[in-house]
């Protein structure tokens, strides 16, 4: 079955400007995360949706950034005012539960370059 | 062929060597732990997982290892293959109501020899 799903793959933009990035979760999935990744680093919890709740935004790192989940499906992570800081790979993961034995699958990340 | 996780980030084996790959978590009262392999280009991909009741824990190919006395995790990997190259991250969390919710390692690039 389809995994999930991020766009754009890439996107570069300019200091200061806002970006969007997308995810698509596995059909069925009440859990979404958003996850970012700097350059050789490990992976940094950012944000966390499950179902109607209220998300989870202790790791969001300032106040520019923000995410979306509408209609219990699809998520957009947005950052304002973009700095070179932030260029990273962000990566959006979903499971079935917020559960033990329900492990994240990953989308492939959205790599983002801040000029 | 073996690694120290954080202090040796990269482990080369020879294809068919048995690899381990070691991780010293943080949080002693971690409950959950598992290990994702990443390949380049790829978002993290699941291999196995282990819960703080266990100590063991036997997938195809692949061994979990948890000693909570030392706060140490290992990942085995049995006849390692050219495929297996990635980088290899460890992860915790705690608190069962949110296993999504981890605390990755900086990961061990594992490279395999033909």
């Known amino acids: 079955g389809a995994g999930v799903s991020q766009s754009p793959s890439n996107k570069v933009t300019e200091k200061g400007k806002d970006v969007e990035l997308r995810c698509d979760p596995i059909?069925?999935?009440?859990?979404l995360y958003w996850y970012r990744q700097s350059l050789g680093q490990g992976l940094e919890f950012l944000i966390y949706f499950q179902g109607n709740s209220a998300p989870d935004k202790s790791g969001l790192p300032s106040d520019r950034f923000s995410a979306e989940r509408t209609g219990g499906s699809v998520s957009t992570l947005t950052i304002q005012r973009t700095q070179q800081e932030d260029s990273a790979v962000y990566l959006c993961a979903s499971s079935l539960t917020r559960q033990v034995n329900s492990p994240l699958h990953f989308g492939n990340g959205t790599r983002l370059t801040v000029t | 062929g073996e690694s120290v996780g954080l202090h040796l980030p990269t482990l080369s084996v020879q294809e068919g060597d048995n690899s381990i790959i070691n991780c010293a978590y943080s949080?002693?009262?971690?409950?959950?732990f598992i290990w994702y392999k990443q390949e380049s280009g790829k978002g993290p991909q699941f291999i196995i997982d282990?819960?703080?009741?266990?100590d063991k824990r036997q997938g195809q190919r692949v061994t979990v290892l948890l000693n909570k006395t030392v706060k140490h995790l290992s990942l085995q990997i049995a006849a390692t293959q050219p495929g297996d190259s990635a980088v290899y991250f460890c992860a915790e969390s705690y608190g069962s109501s949110n296993t999504g919710k981890l605390i990755f390692g900086q990961g061990t690039t594992l490279q395999v020899k033909p």
């Open positions: 059909s069925g999935h009440t859990a």
């Open positions: 949080n002693s009262a971690s409950d959950y």
């Open positions: 282990i819960r703080s009741n266990m």
